[in-house]
């Protein structure tokens, strides 16, 4: 689908770091990327997780690399930039898909809870951004944030991640000012529900996803192709004086969550 939208080879030639690259949303991410003809590095914290997507990827005619780190460790963030110049010789693309989240009411969140989810998809954001700083300013390089839109509205049991992605959001306008400067783009994508992931499974309880479907005034679920296909266009060159977006690909569901329904 992707290659029937857009053209092939449309991004050939450069190199994605994509966090969270083995599964889920940032999976598919990291698929449609390399089907556009970049090379992707896949990077999470389990090598078991990235080795079978990065086979996958190669199988069908990509190009990519598995490798393991904690994004919340610099050091092995910064172990990790440095392999994938080794293997593909720069990069051009920042994807953070990284994430972490579990339901949990404010009043039993362990300080623990909050920071541990603060620490992977908020400074974990910030720790691979500073890291590829210098290679995405020598190739006038992008970055991609995967955001959601749990903190336009109160969320509840999201206190966390909602604090954390709205983080996320700061930081993808903070960084487009300064480092449009250097001609790096730095975007946000923020999904709505998207059906067949970890986050719906695990997050949206069976009995109320049918009324949550019919919330969505596109009346539908997004799909992770619905995702990847923002992406693509994001980081190709018809995306080139977007700067500091944050592009909500929800159906239009946070919107319709108006006060008189
Ligand atoms: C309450 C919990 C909890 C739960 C963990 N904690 N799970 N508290 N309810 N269900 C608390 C622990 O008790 C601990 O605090 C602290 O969080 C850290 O837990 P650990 O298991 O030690 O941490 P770690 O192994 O680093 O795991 C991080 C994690 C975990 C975030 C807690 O869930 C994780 O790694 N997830 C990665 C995969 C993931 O969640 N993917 C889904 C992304 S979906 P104490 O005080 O006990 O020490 C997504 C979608 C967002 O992001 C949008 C949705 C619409």
Not at 150 to 159: E, F
Request: with cysteine; aromatic share 6%.
């Amino acid at each position: 689908m992707t290659q029937q939208i857009f053209i092939a080879g449309l991004l050939k030639d450069r190199v994605a770091f994509v966090t969270g690259g083995g599964t889920g949303i940032t999976g598919g991410v990291a698929r449609a990327l390399a089907e556009a003809g970049a090379g992707v590095a896949l990077v999470s914290r389990q090598i078991d997780h990235l080795e079978p997507a990065a086979a996958v990827i190669n199988e069908q005619g990509g190009r990519a690399f598995a490798v393991a780190a904690d994004v919340r460790n610099p050091d092995e963030v910064a172990k990790a930039i440095a392999a994938t110049v080794e293997h593909f010789g720069k990069i051009d693309i920042v994807v953070n898909g990284a994430a972490g989240n579990f339901l949990c009411p404010a009043d039993q969140l362990s300080p623990n809870g909050f920071g541990s989810v603060v620490d992977i998809d908020l400074k974990g954001t910030f720790n691979v951004c500073r890291a590829a700083f210098e290679e995405l300013k020598q190739h006038r390089g992008q970055i991609l944030n995967i955001s959601a839109t749990l903190h336009y509205l109160g969320t509840p049991m999201q206190l966390h991640v909602s604090a954390a992605k709205a983080g996320v959001d700061a930081l993808t306008r903070n960084l487009a000012v300064e480092w449009g400067r250097h001609g790096i783009r730095v975007n946000a994508i923020a999904p709505g529900p998207i059906a067949d992931t970890e986050g719906m499974k695990r997050l949206v309880p069976e009995p109320i996803k049918e009324k949550l479907r019919q919330r969505i005034p596109l009346g539908r679920f997004g799909l992770i192709k619905d995702i990847e296909n923002a992406a693509v266009f994001i980081c190709s060159d018809a995306a080139n004086f977007i700067n500091g977006a944050v592009l909500v690909v929800d159906g239009g569901h946070w919107l319709a969550a108006n006060r008189l329904l």
